[in-house]
T-cell receptor, first 111, second 112 residues
Framework: GEDVEQSLFLSVREGDSSVINCTYT??????LYWYKQEPGAGLQLLTY?????DMKQDQRLTVLLNKKDKHLSLRIADTQTGDSAIYFC???????????FGKGTSLLVTP | DAGVIQSPRHEVTEMGQEVTLRCKPI?????LFWYRQTMMRGLELLIY????????DSGMPEDRFSAKMPNASFSTLKIQPSEPRDSAVYFC??????????FGAGTRLSVL
């Protein structure tokens, strides 16, 4: 299938901003998602963006989409220790219903 | 709504045994998905259903895996016989159309 790539680890200090990046290869992707997974838990949808949008902001979360470069980013402002988790980027192609996930970025927030 | 409910949360079994994982989707959702999460391969789609009918099972690893959805509120994923390499976290998700997929808490399977 098509690839979704993410860096594996990110460490930030509490109060700083975190930026998690994702690249994808399927140019027909219509929906792009960010999910959060805490230890031992399922995947919680954080936010999503349609492919005809460049940016979406939701409280501390900002999603930027560069469709030309097939690059998606998630910015978390004022990162808190409770934000420590694994963040997954996922895309849904134009004709499919299933999600294609990246391997996840493990975010560690230190005091 | 209680969300997607999976059971059991943890399953430990011996190689060769049959394992059945269960899922109750969100009421009103017409799509149900089974995913598997491993360290090596990440999250992979196994199969998905639309209105209780299997649509794409190309992700099912082999004939030892089978999935059913006898009605709109229940699905099972069965592994028979189980093998150590089946050890993973299995997630069920549901959606209404091509909208947001909501995930259950997962079943952590360990095959010894």
């Amino acid at each position: 299938g098509e690839d979704v790539e993410q860096s594996l680890f990110l460490s930030v200090r509490e109060g700083d901003s975190s930026v998690i990046n994702c690249t994808y290869t399927d140019s027909s992707s219509t929906y792009l998602y960010w999910y959060k997974q805490e230890p031992g838990a399922g995947l919680q949808l954080l936010t999503y963006i349609f492919s005809n949008m460049d940016m979406k902001q939701d409280q501390r979360l900002t999603v930027l989409l560069n469709k030309k470069d097939k690059h998606l980013s998630l910015r978390i402002a004022d990162t808190q220790t409770g934000d420590s988790a694994i963040y997954f980027c996922a895309e849904m192609g134009n004709s499919g219903y299933a999600l294609n996930f990246g391997k996840g970025t493990s975010l560690l927030v230190t005091p | 709504d209680a969300g997607v409910i999976q059971s059991p949360r943890h399953e430990v079994t011996e190689m060769g045994q049959e394992v059945t994982l269960r899922c109750k989707p969100i009421s009103g959702h017409d799509y149900l998905f089974w995913y598997r999460q491993t360290m090596m391969r990440g999250l992979e789609l196994l199969i998905y259903f639309n209105n209780n009918v299997p649509i794409d099972d190309s992700g099912m690893p082999e004939d030892r895996f089978s999935a059913k959805m006898p009605n709109a509120s229940f699905s099972t994923l069965k592994i028979q016989p189980s093998e150590p390499r089946d050890s993973a976290v299995y997630f069920c998700a549901s959606s209404f159309g091509r909208n947001i997929q909501y995930f259950g808490a997962g079943t952590r399977l360990s095959v010894l």
